[in-house]
């Protein structure tokens, strides 16, 4: 890793150091990561899945978002939404994904705080897309420095406050802002990564 926080990839372009040279994680990072998401379905998704990540790696989850996608039908909440005890135990026995019962249960209640959201702002994606950052919170140009500094931001802190208030859980600051970046609301890239503009011009 360079001191700017840049890895060369095997092709030779500079990426954010996270995805530590590992094949899954580059390709999560150069075609998904901070790229802007607008589609409701992938929203749900990656905010129950960021939920399910805590305390883990997010290397971790990725590697079982397939069996997530199965277990959870997809993530249509509206689908989640109607899990009864028979889908959490079955769940529970599901050794494809992270067997939590609090994660489980909180996926099923977020799913039907997400039929409210949709159905009071028309979708997911005007929700979550008001809390994008406002003009002046952010420097004008990250570095590896800042982000280390700065795991939530007053943005993501506003976001999980109003999710909290509407009764959604594991959607902490820390949590909502990994969301916040893995979705686009900001750009996270590195200075020098070959995505950042790519990303910015999403």
């Known amino acids: 890793m360079t001191a700017n926080g840049l890895l060369a990839g095997p092709d030779g372009q500079n990426r954010c150091f996270w995805y530590g040279g590992l094949d899954d994680y580059m390709h999560y990072h150069d075609n998904e990561w901070g790229y802007p998401v607008h589609d409701d379905i992938r929203l749900f998704e990656k905010i129950c899945l960021e939920g ?57 209640n977020n799913a039907q705080r997400a039929i409210t959201l949709r159905d009071e702002f028309g979708s997911l994606d005007a929700y979550f897309w008001r809390f994008a950052p406002l003009p002046g919170e952010r420097p004008d140009e990250i570095d590896l420095t800042w982000l280390k500094a700065n795991p939530v931001s007053p943005a993501s802190t506003r976001l999980s406050k109003d999710l909290k208030k509407r009764g959604w859980t594991f959607v902490g600051p820390t949590t909502v802002y990994a969301f916040m970046q893995a979705m686009g609301l900001v750009n996270d890239h590195l200075p020098g990564c070959w995505c950042r503009p790519k990303a910015a011009g999403g």
């Not at 989850?61 to 249509?76: H, P, S, T, W, Y």
């Open 52 to 108: 399910f990540q805590s305390g883990l790696s997010w290397l971790t989850i990725l590697r079982k978002r397939e069996n997530f996608r199965k277990a959870f039908a997809g993530f249509d909440f509206e689908t989640v939404a109607r899990f009864d005890d028979a889908d959490i135990a079955r769940l529970l026995e599901d050794k494809g994904i992270v067997r939590h019962r609090g994660k489980i249960v909180s996926t099923i």
